[in-house]
């Protein structure tokens, strides 16, 4: 670890029956609260295994996710030889809710989660070498695009993991209109019904639209079913309302990405659809491929499909001569 460390609090590391973090990442993992505008974002900072980073990634969680999720991938990456900073978005994970049922998922306008990311990334610059690598995935590949298209973040490249840039059987117009008028007459904060998970705890495997990894699906429960504080329900009519404001304005303005990007299909994913992922990789001159076969979370996929996905990042990082 870096012996030149912000002076910020440190925050908790959760361990679902004292699981241990990965050999290589121990060391070299940090996790910190910081503080914008009064909201307390929990962040992680791990640095690369090597003297000599070869950059910096800033990664950004899908809906419902936290830091501990990554811990797998932050090691990938670190061994790869880059620092990381992960932050929990607001509203989930160990960052501040923002209801009194924590439950709920909610935010007001992707940009608070833009913005949030990006001052992190501005708190720890001084531990982030560049060039600098924005990772996003699923939400969080909204999240970082919003980000860099709204001139908050100023990567020198991007990579979306089965960014949500289009979601099955929610785009219809009769459905975007139904939900804005819902959250428009005051349903905001309410929970979309005839959701499954709807307490915060996982459905079972069997059926998950996640991953085909029974292990990595059980590691990644562990954490729900052990850690109360992480749990996240269903979303509120507001986060529906505010993430389809995101792709609409992510897509729209996908030709102001500016700096060049890999955008990763899933291509069995039953939740973003893969064309919508290359359409924007189209619109926005960036490089486009497809995992066969995988689920949405490609970060948690058999290693079939997982190191068929870091195969591609990897290839997109020697193209970029990172």
Known sequence: MSSVLPNFEEAEIVRPGGRPVPAVLEPRLKTYYINRNGLRLRVMFASAATDNPRGSIIFSPGRTEFIEKYFETTAD?????????????????????????????????????????????????????RPHLAIGHSMGGTIVLQAIISGALNPDAVIGSAPMLGL??????????????????????????????????????????????????????????????????????GWIRASLAAMSYVNRNADKLGIPGLMIAAGADPIVDPASVENFARKAGCDFEVVPGALHELFLERDIYRNAFFDHIDAFLERQKF
């Open 77 to 129: 990456l670190i061994s790869r030889g880059f620092n990381v900073l992960m932050v929990d978005p607001r509203g989930q994970g160990l960052s501040d809710r923002l209801m009194e049922d924590r439950l709920k998922s909610y935010v007001g306008n992707f940009q608070d989660y833009a913005d949030d990311l990006a001052f992190a990334a501005e708190e720890f610059a001084p531990l982030l070498p």
């Open 168 to 237: 099955f059987d929610l785009e219809t117009p009769l459905l975007r209109a139904v939900i804005v008028t819902l959250s428009r007459l005051g349903l905001d904060k309410r929970n979309l019904p005839f959701q499954r998970q709807r307490s915060g705890l996982p459905i079972p495997f069997l059926g998950n639209k996640l991953t085909s990894d029974k292990d990595r699906y059980k590691i990644w429960s562990s954490y729900f079913q052990t850690t109360p504080r992480l749990r996240v329900g269903q979303p509120t009519y």
